[in-house]
């Protein structure tokens, strides 16, 4: 029998496994240079171009303080992916530098101490010639100071078919009553619907939905951030108005209450709808892809309601975390983004995706040639952001992840509930959301 | 009496044959999918009509894929991470389901039994701690790390597999070798390995499969694109609110073929692994 026996085979055995993990001695990279770099994740933009702007002013940046290329971590990381990543990252204590944030992230992010003060730099923007637009600021405030840096706003106009509107011989509607008899007269169902109202369990439902009710007067939450009011006379009568568009003049899919976020772009993009209520990458989509349809979209404020028209924004911000060893590069990177010159060729090689916080940009021909984007302006300076007249916190981020307004929404559609019973749960869902966040 | 049999064993094999066919659409059917879209233009794609075959097939989605993103870039690292990944586990598993079919030793049922358990923690509950502990290990956004990450979950598996099979080598052929001078890990090697070749089939198939497939650790780990694999790289198809979906379903089409090829190589000793296994393990 040989002298091998069972011990050896075991000594064997943690001998391969210290072999295994030996690499980590031999790698050593990520955590041992992540103390001399600048690490920033980059959200794809809608354009290549874009995407390789933003990467040579990372580059350029990091030259001008000094560092080497090694000493510069740039991932891309796919914006669905983002959220996973970021709270691991958190959560061992080794988040990027700085990060790109949609809306009620900053807040959220900010609220439990992980983001830099960054009011100093969004104080510079302001002093900028004409300045910046005011409507990005209620993203980015968190107990008078600022925590994000605005780094664009994002209109939901209503994409328009001009051709149907010019064959039909009408104009566009500018008002909800009209807009249900503009829609019968435009559309041919099945083929193709008027309206691609969102209708799904996804967060463009919230987004349609509210934007639909603040027309009538409605809103989820007072601007204390405390008052929920989603069961109002207003909402309800706003509730109707979709529950008639919907039942009664059928003006909008019944597909529409399956959609996930992308559903209303698809139904726009494959022409079986005639309107639909989107941030301007439709458009930008169209830009590369399909510019005959490009060509007869028009981009419109939404009709108005007995209250008026109220515009959609949301506001994308740059962030920066605490937890990384040099904030002042953060901090450096975030203002040399923002420096009018290098955001203005991000901006423009979206190709209107983005529209930019400086108030003296809407001044150049990008802006002022294309007839579409003319009530962009007026959008950006009046807009309010989803959880009106609340600002985009922590709790109004719940309520748009956790799909409370498409639950309300669908048991008035799909389970004909009452639209006042319907609102009244929904209040009380958003009253516990709401009130638990005012506690912490 | 005997046309009467006959008349039913024809029956059976026709629904056979039909529910076969049943079968086999339901799976080939995301595969033509996949592959008839990645050859339809933009237009064809958003079209009203969703067309059953490209009208106008054209490879732009193809062109687009391999011009303007680093797809080869993650076919390579899903290939060194699954080939890395089923070696290792092929190592660990043998010398592990060794120790505990053969070797008698404090523990060794707790270890087994524990072994189960580790599989069956989902990795939405790891992927924090593990996190933690790759930082720690500073093997975030490399190789190594995620095929150590997989090992968390393949070992286990390949261990639990092996560890049956071996047990149903007999020992006397092993206590032959042992007499004749062999060694334990000669006699693993020599004797219990060349017949378990169905098992360590079975094992290669799913711990290259599984590290093929995995999104979750991959997104989590991993943030460039030296690293990046191709699941993760799938899902920047996606921007906002938008699918790309001519590149996405070709990336995806391409992405299936490794573990097909795997599959057809291993074929004959998986379908036989997977059966012993069942009964044995």
Redesign the interface.
């Known amino acids: 029998m040989s002298s091998i026996n069972r011990r050896d085979v075991l000594k064997l055995a943690g001998a391969a496994g210290v072999a295994a993990t030996s690499p980590w001695w031999l790698v050593g990279k990520s955590q041992a240079q992540r103390a001399k770099k600048l690490v920033y994740w980059h959200l794809p933009n809608f354009t290549p171009l874009a995407d390789q702007i933003q990467k040579e002013q990372v580059y350029e940046f990091a030259k001008q303080a000094g560092l080497k290329e090694a000493e510069v971590e740039y991932a891309v990381v796919a914006n669905e992916q983002a959220t996973a990543k970021l709270a691991a990252s958190i959560e061992a204590g080794n988040p990027p530098d700085v990060i790109r944030l949609y809306e009620s992230n900053v807040q959220f992010y900010g609220s439990q101490g992980h983001l830099l003060d960054v009011t100093d730099l969004v104080a510079k923007m302001r002093r900028e010639p004409k300045g910046i637009f005011e409507t990005s600021m209620t993203a980015v405030m968190y107990k008078g100071r600022a925590l994000g840096v605005p780094l664009a706003v994002n209109p939901w106009p209503v994409h328009a078919r001009l051709d149907l509107l010019e064959q039909a011989k009408v104009e566009y509607p500018k008002t909800w009553d009209e807009f249900i008899e503009v829609s019968k007269k435009i559309q041919s169902p099945p083929r193709l619907f008027a309206f691609g109202m969102c209708l799904g369990l996804v967060e463009d439902t919230t987004d349609n939905v509210m934007n639909l009710l603040w027309c009538y007067g409605g809103k989820m939450v007072e601007a204390d951030n405390k008052t929920v009011v989603m069961n109002s006379p207003a909402n309800v009568a706003g509730v109707k108005v979709i529950e008639a568009m919907f039942k009664t003049h059928k003006i909008i899919p019944q597909g529409a209450i399956s959609w996930d976020n992308s559903g209303n772009n698809k139904a726009y993009q494959s022409k079986q709808a005639a309107f639909v209520m989107n941030p301007s990458s439709i458009y930008a989509y169209l830009d590369s892809n399909d510019k005959d349809l490009q060509k007869v979209t028009g981009l419109f404020p939404v009709p108005a309601g007995p209250k008026g028209s109220v515009a959609q924004i949301d506001t994308w911000s740059y962030g920066a975390f605490k937890k990384n060893p040099y904030p002042d590069l953060a901090r450096g990177l975030i203002d040399y983004f923002m420096q009018p010159a290098n955001y203005d060729r991000i901006i423009q090689s979206t190709g209107g995706r983005w529209v930019p916080v400086y108030k003296r940009l809407f001044d150049s021909p990008f802006w002022r040639e294309k007839t579409e984007f003319k009530h962009f302006i007026h959008m950006a300076e009046t807009g309010v952001p989803v959880s009106h007249a609340g600002a985009p916190t922590a709790a109004a981020g719940e309520v748009l992840n956790t799909h409370v307004i498409p639950k309300m929404i669908q048991r008035v559609l799909v389970e004909n509930w009452d639209a006042a019973k319907a609102l009244e749960e929904c209040d009380k869902r958003i009253v516990e959301i709401y009130a638990r966040y005012n506690k912490a | 009496m005997v046309r009467t049999t006959s008349g039913s064993r024809r029956l059976l094999k026709w629904v056979g044959n039909g529910l076969l066919v049943v079968l086999l659409v339901w799976t080939l059917l995301p595969f033509y999918w996949m592959i008839a879209t990645s050859l339809k233009a933009?237009?064809e794609i958003?079209?009203?009509e969703a067309t059953l075959y490209p009208h106008r097939p054209t490879l732009a989605a193809y062109g687009r894929l391999f011009s303007?993103t680093p797809f080869m870039k993650y076919v390579r690292n899903s290939t060194i991470i699954a080939v890395g990944n089923t070696l290792?586990s092929l190592?660990?598993g043998c010398?592990?389901a060794?120790?505990l079919a053969?070797?008698?030793?404090p523990g060794r049922s707790l270890i087994a039994r524990g072994l189960v358990v580790t599989y069956l923690v989902p990795p939405a509950l790891l992927?924090?701690p593990l996190?933690?502990v790759?930082?720690?290990?500073?093997?975030?956004?490399?190789h190594?790390?995620l095929i150590?990450a997989y090992?968390s979950f393949s070992v286990p598996f390949s261990t639990w597999l092996l560890m049956g099979y071996f047990r149903s080598v007999p020992l006397e052929l092993e206590e032959a070798a042992?007499?004749d001078?062999?060694?334990?890990?000669?006699s693993?090697i020599r004797v219990i390995l060349p017949m378990s070749l169905p098992a360590l089939a079975v094992v290669t198939f799913f711990s290259f499969t599984q590290s093929w497939n995995e999104f979750?650790y991959a997104?989590?780990f991993v943030?460039?694109?030296e690293v990046r694999t191709i699941t993760?790289g799938l899902?920047?198809f996606?921007?906002?609110?938008?699918?790309f979906w001519g590149p996405m379903m070709g990336a995806s089409f391409l992405s299936t073929l490794p573990p097909l090829i795997m599959y057809l190589i291993f074929q004959r000793w998986v379908v036989k692994g997977l059966t012993l296994g069942a009964v044995k393990g």
């Open positions: 933009d237009r958003y079209g009203f303007t290792l190592a660990f010398l592990g060794y120790a053969r070797l008698r030793f992927f924090i996190f933690a790759m930082s720690t290990l500073r093997l975030i956004d490399t190594q790390g150590l090992l042992l007499v001078g062999c060694s334990r890990l000669g693993l979750l997104n989590v943030n460039s694109v993760t899902s920047l996606i921007v906002e609110d938008v699918f």
